[in-house]
């Protein structure tokens, strides 16, 4: 016959109930979405303020390295995902009163491997997606190297024994031993066209409206271009369009040698090199390629194009519609025209 727990053993069970212990659930394409669009959701309702809607347009998302490289190929899905899905939340919240005004230009999406969070380890199972109005794109050149910046982001994350969305003020030290350099950084433009459907017949015009930051004006495309490439430099924060309108054009640093190629992309950043890489239309095969020529890491569709010489391309084949990563640091959206 068993042994009885005592009496103590019992109401001890009575007033500390003990806690229901949950499976573990995997890291999958799916949970990374999910975490996203409640991660939005909560800063959504944080953030936004009478009329005004504001939510956090920049998120890291930090995970067990294995599961960082089972997830890998995936990002670029996971992020057009998430950003459809948060586009489609703003136009459904969005009464005809409010304002909906983004704190940046683009959605920036930072995956980094790491097994150390804030003195808790990252397990496996463990998923970590930490959010912010902007700022969070500078972390991958820690220190940071503006002497006007904080050294602290304000952000908010999802404590797991509550389920609740809590304000995180964190140092930007906290994250120098998690990798966000190589790769899994996406950065998407802000469509307003998208996120800021017009207001229905009947809404009050002579009400008051937030002012909307009005979007820079896009060079009008060459009509023998062949292709449209947006360039976004996070280390600059800035974005620039260029149409591709010859068979072949460089990309590279903007340096006074190169200023009379005219098919030159001369990208101001320091993370490009010089040249970095060229892209070029295969008029036999009916495709775009591209090959690297850095000797730091260039992504295609977060897959490692490998380094070759000028004298000898090594040309990989490219979809119509791609991503493009330099050095971890400068997004090249490519979009043919043909």
């Avoid at 053993?9 to 212990?21: A, D, F, G, I």
């Avoid at 991660?39 to 930090?62: D, M, W």
């Avoid at 966000?180 to 998407?188: L, Y």
């Avoid at 017949?201 to 009509?223: E, F, K, R, T, Y």
């Amino acid at each position: 016959m068993g042994k009885k727990p005592s009496l103590l053993h019992q109401l001890s069970n009575l007033l500390v109930p003990k806690q229901e212990v949950r499976p573990a659930e995997a890291v999958t394409n799916t949970r990374i979405l999910e975490e996203l669009i409640a991660s939005f959701e909560a800063s959504l309702n944080q953030e936004s303020i009478g009329t005004r809607l504001l939510f956090n347009a920049h998120y890291l998302i930090i995970m067990h390295p294995t599961s960082y490289e089972a997830r890998l190929a995936a990002f670029p899905a996971i992020v057009d995902e998430a950003v459809k899905a948060f586009s489609a939340i703003l136009r459904k919240r969005k009464r005809p009163q409010d304002q909906i005004l983004p704190v940046a230009s683009h959605w920036f999406f930072k995956f980094g491997p790491g097994t150390e969070f804030e003195g808790r380890s990252i397990g496996l199972d463990d998923l970590e997606v930490i959010g912010s109005l902007s700022g969070l794109a500078p972390v991958d050149n820690l220190p940071v190297a503006a002497p006007t910046r904080t050294n602290q982001i304000k952000a908010t994350r999802r404590v797991k024994n509550t389920n609740i969305y809590e304000n995180l003020d964190t140092n930007l030290a906290a994250f120098q031993h998690i990798d966000f350099r190589e790769a899994g950084a996406f950065s998407v433009l802000i469509d307003p066209n998208l996120i800021d459907a017009p207001a229905p017949a009947g809404a009050d015009a002579s009400a008051p409206m937030a002012p909307v930051a009005a979007a820079a004006p896009v060079p009008a495309a060459h009509p023998s271009a062949l292709a449209r490439i947006d360039c976004f430099l996070a280390d600059k924060n800035v974005e620039e369009t260029h149409w591709m309108q010859d068979r072949e054009v460089v990309v590279s640093r903007k340096e006074p040698e190169n200023e009379a190629f005219a098919n030159y992309i001369r990208l101001d950043s320091p993370y490009v090199s010089n040249p970095h890489a060229r892209i070029r239309y295969n008029e036999a095969a009916g495709t775009f390629q591209v090959a690297s020529f850095s000797r730091n890491e260039t992504r295609l569709n977060e897959r490692v194009v490998s380094r070759s010489e000028p004298a000898s391309p090594q040309w990989v084949d490219m979809p119509a519609k791609a991503q493009i990563l330099l050095n971890g640091i400068v997004t090249l959206s490519f979009q043919s025209l043909i």
